[in-house]
Each structure stands twice: as structure tokens, then as C-alpha cells.
């Protein structure tokens, strides 16, 4: 199955390599990553679509522990 992965990221040193650690570890396959700063420069926003069997709790539960991250919502695509 795929989702989309809207979340908000602390803008810190290894953020985007925790976020795909995490979510390769969980069973899902990053397949489009795309990411823009917002505009306080602390913070950016990271769009991405994984493919995977699990269910999608599974990875929003441990994206949510992240301390950089600070926003995650999962949701299927159509």
C-alpha cells in the first residue's frame, strides 16, 4: 500500500537521515521525497510517499517519537 507523509521537521543536523532510518526500519520504501524551509528558517516541511505492507500506525507512532519532528500526519493515497 502507499502513503503520503506530510510532516513538520526541527531544521537540525541529520533530521531527513532520521526520518528515512526510521522509516526504512519500519518495513516502508521511501519512493518521493520533497521538502521546502518554511519561512521562521527554523522549521521545514517534508512531503513524502512511502510503499510498504505494514500499517501506517505502525510508522506514524515512531515518526511521532523523533525528537525533530515535530508534526506527522499519514495518510493512504488514492
Same mark, same amino acid.
Given at each position: 500500500m502507499r502513503y503520503r507523509l506530510d510532516l513538520t521537521l526541527r531544521h537540525a543536523? $541529520? *533530521? !531527513? *537521515? %532520521? =526520518? !528515512?532510518? &526510521? &522509516?526504512? %526500519? %519500519? $518495513?516502508? @520504501? +521511501? =519512493? *518521493? =521525497?520533497? $521538502?521546502? &524551509?518554511?519561512?521562521d528558517g527554523d522549521r521545514w516541511h517534508l512531503q513524502m510517499t512511502v510503499e510498504g505492507e @505494514? +500499517? *501506517?500506525? &505502525?510508522?506514524?507512532?515512531? !515518526?511521532a517519537k523523533l525528537y525533530d519532528c515535530l508534526h506527522v500526519q499519514v495518510q493512504p493515497c488514492s
Open positions: 543536523e $541529520g *533530521a !531527513l *537521515a %532520521r =526520518v !528515512l532510518g &526510521t &522509516t526504512e %526500519r %519500519r $518495513g516502508f @520504501r +521511501p =519512493v *518521493a =521525497v520533497e $521538502g521546502e &524551509t518554511l519561512t @505494514r +500499517p *501506517a500506525e &505502525t510508522l506514524h507512532a515512531q !515518526l
